[in-house]
C-alpha cells in the first residue's frame, strides 16, 4: 500500500510539474512566443496521456475518455516538429497549411465514441497505429536536426536534441508496453515526472529563452567560430579590453558586424554575456601585473583601473568570480611562494 502511494505521487508530481512549465510557456511574454507555445502543445499532449495513465492504473476509466486522451499522442508529433521549426526558421516560413498535420489527431478526436478500446484485436491496432503516427513525426524532427546540425547555434540545437530524446524516451516505454516488453504499465508516468524535472533544469540552467532570439540568425556555426576567433585576435593583440570604455558596439564597429551578430557570437561559443567574455581578459591582465616586480608596490585598485575596470568593487566581484581568491589572496598567495 504504502509503494502504491509512493508511486501515485511521484507520477502526480511529474503531471503537476509538466501542467507548471504548460502555464509558464503559454503566459511567456519574452522569447520566441510560438515557439513557447509549441512547446506547451507538446507538453500538454504528453501530459494528458501520461494523467491518463496515472488514473487508469488505480481507476477504470471511461474507454471514451481513454480515447481522448490517447488522441492527444497523435498533437504531440506535429507540435514537436512545429517547436523545431519555429525556432531554427524564419518566422514568415511557417505556413497555416502546417496545420494540417493535425488533421489526425482532429479525427481520432471525433471518432473517439466509436473507436474500440474493449483490449481486443482492433483496440490493439488503432492504439498501435497511434504511436507510428508518432514514430513517424520523432523521424522527421531527428531528420530535421541531422540537416541544420551544422549551420544552427549549438546551444538551442542541444535543446531541442534534448526535447526530442526526452519524447522518444516516452515513445520506447510505451511501444514496450504495449508489446508487453515492459510489464509496469506505470512505469512511463514514473519516467515522465524525471523527465519533466529534467526538463525545468535544463530550461533555468540553458538560459533557453535567451538563446532563443538567435535560433534565425543567418550566421552559421563555421561563421561564428572564426569571427570569434576575429574578435580574440582583436582582444589580444590591441588589448582594446584595457579601455573601460570598450562596448559591444564599439567592437563589433571594428570588426564591421552588428551588435547583436557579436553578441551571437559570443554568447554561443563562450557562454558569456560580452562584458563577461572582456572581463575575463582583463582579469588575465590583472594575474600578470598583481605578481609582476613591477607592480609589487601598486595598489589593487591601481591594477584595477590600469586593467579596464571602471571601479575596485567590480574588479574585485570579477576577480573572485574567475579565480576563486581576492585579488589581494592572490598576490599574497605568490609572495609566500
Same mark, same amino acid.
Given at each position: 500500500?504504502?509503494?502504491?502511494?509512493?508511486? *501515485?505521487?511521484?507520477?502526480?508530481?511529474?503531471? @503537476?510539474?509538466?501542467?507548471?512549465?504548460?502555464?509558464?510557456?503559454?503566459?511567456? /511574454?519574452?522569447?520566441?512566443?510560438?515557439?513557447?507555445?509549441?512547446?506547451?502543445?507538446?507538453?500538454?499532449?504528453?501530459?494528458?496521456?501520461?494523467?491518463?495513465?496515472? !488514473?487508469?492504473?488505480?481507476?477504470?476509466?471511461?474507454?471514451?475518455?481513454?480515447? *481522448?486522451?490517447?488522441?492527444?499522442?497523435?498533437?504531440?508529433?506535429?507540435?514537436?516538429?512545429? +517547436?523545431?521549426?519555429?525556432?531554427?526558421?524564419?518566422?514568415?516560413? !511557417?505556413?497555416?497549411?502546417?496545420?494540417?498535420? #493535425? %488533421?489526425?489527431?482532429?479525427?481520432?478526436? %471525433?471518432?473517439?465514441?466509436?473507436?474500440?478500446?474493449?483490449?481486443? !484485436? &482492433?483496440? =490493439?491496432?488503432?492504439?498501435?497505429?497511434?504511436?507510428?503516427?508518432? &514514430?513517424?513525426?520523432?523521424? $522527421?524532427?531527428?531528420?530535421?536536426?541531422?540537416? @541544420?546540425?551544422?549551420?544552427?547555434?549549438?546551444?538551442? *540545437?542541444?535543446? +531541442?536534441?534534448?526535447?526530442?530524446?526526452?519524447?522518444?524516451?516516452?515513445?520506447?516505454?510505451?511501444?514496450?508496453?504495449?508489446?508487453?516488453?515492459?510489464?509496469?504499465? $506505470?512505469?512511463?508516468?514514473?519516467?515522465?515526472?524525471?523527465?519533466?524535472?529534467?526538463?525545468?533544469?535544463?530550461?533555468?540552467?540553458?538560459?533557453?529563452?535567451?538563446?532563443?532570439?538567435?535560433?534565425?540568425?543567418? $550566421?552559421?556555426?563555421?561563421?561564428?567560430?572564426? %569571427?570569434?576567433?576575429?574578435?580574440?585576435? #582583436?582582444? /589580444?593583440?590591441?588589448?582594446? =579590453?584595457?579601455?573601460?570604455?570598450?562596448? #559591444?558596439?564599439?567592437?563589433?564597429?571594428?570588426?564591421?558586424?552588428?551588435?547583436?551578430?557579436?553578441?551571437?557570437?559570443?554568447?554561443?561559443?563562450?557562454?558569456?554575456?560580452?562584458?563577461?567574455?572582456?572581463?575575463? +581578459?582583463? @582579469?588575465?591582465?590583472?594575474?600578470?601585473? %598583481?605578481?609582476?616586480?613591477? +607592480?609589487?608596490?601598486?595598489?589593487?585598485?591601481?591594477? &584595477?583601473?590600469?586593467?579596464?575596470?571602471?571601479?575596485?568593487?567590480?574588479?574585485?566581484?570579477?576577480?573572485?568570480?574567475?579565480?576563486?581568491?581576492?585579488?589581494?589572496?592572490?598576490?599574497?598567495?605568490?609572495? $609566500? &611562494?
Amino acid at each position: 500500500m504504502l509503494q502504491q502511494g509512493f508511486i *501515485l505521487v511521484l507520477s502526480c508530481l511529474g503531471v @503537476i510539474q509538466a501542467l507548471f512549465l504548460c502555464f509558464y510557456l503559454f503566459t511567456l /511574454k519574452k522569447g520566441n512566443k510560438r515557439a513557447n507555445q509549441f512547446l506547451a502543445f507538446v507538453l500538454v499532449g504528453l501530459t494528458i496521456r501520461i494523467g491518463k495513465s496515472v !488514473f487508469h492504473n488505480y481507476i477504470e476509466v471511461d474507454p471514451r475518455l481513454r480515447n *481522448l486522451a490517447i488522441s492527444s499522442i497523435l498533437a504531440v508529433g506535429p507540435f514537436l516538429w512545429f +517547436y523545431g521549426k519555429a525556432l531554427f526558421e524564419k518566422q514568415n516560413t !511557417f505556413s497555416h497549411r502546417n496545420y494540417f498535420h #493535425l %488533421l489526425p489527431f482532429g479525427l481520432f478526436v %471525433l471518432c473517439s465514441p466509436v473507436i474500440p478500446n474493449r483490449g481486443d !484485436f &482492433a483496440s =490493439y491496432l488503432a492504439y498501435g497505429l497511434v504511436f507510428v503516427h508518432l &514514430a513517424v513525426y520523432l523521424v $522527421i524532427c531527428w531528420s530535421f536536426i541531422f540537416k @541544420i546540425r551544422n549551420d544552427k547555434s549549438l546551444q538551442l *540545437l542541444r535543446w +531541442y536534441q534534448n526535447i526530442v530524446i526526452g519524447v522518444s524516451v516516452i515513445w520506447m516505454l510505451y511501444v514496450g508496453i504495449l508489446i508487453r516488453l515492459i510489464p509496469f504499465y $506505470i512505469l512511463g508516468a514514473i519516467s515522465f515526472s524525471f523527465l519533466m524535472y529534467l526538463f525545468s533544469y535544463l530550461l533555468l540552467k540553458r538560459h533557453i529563452f535567451a538563446l532563443e532570439k538567435y535560433g534565425n540568425s543567418d $550566421i552559421d556555426r563555421g561563421t561564428s567560430k572564426k %569571427l570569434l576567433q576575429e574578435v580574440k585576435t #582583436l582582444l /589580444k593583440q590591441e588589448e582594446i =579590453y584595457l579601455d573601460a570604455n570598450v562596448s #559591444l558596439q564599439s567592437v563589433a564597429e571594428k570588426l564591421s558586424i552588428t551588435s547583436r551578430e557579436l553578441s551571437q557570437v559570443v554568447n554561443e561559443n563562450e557562454q558569456k554575456n560580452f562584458s563577461e567574455f572582456v572581463n575575463y +581578459y582583463r @582579469i588575465q591582465k590583472a594575474k600578470e601585473l %598583481l605578481v609582476s616586480p613591477e +607592480y609589487v608596490s601598486e595598489k589593487i585598485a591601481t591594477i &584595477a583601473y590600469d586593467c579596464g575596470f571602471g571601479n575596485v568593487t567590480s574588479f574585485n566581484l570579477a576577480f573572485k568570480a574567475e579565480t576563486r581568491l581576492t585579488p589581494s589572496q592572490y598576490r599574497n598567495q605568490f609572495k $609566500i &611562494a
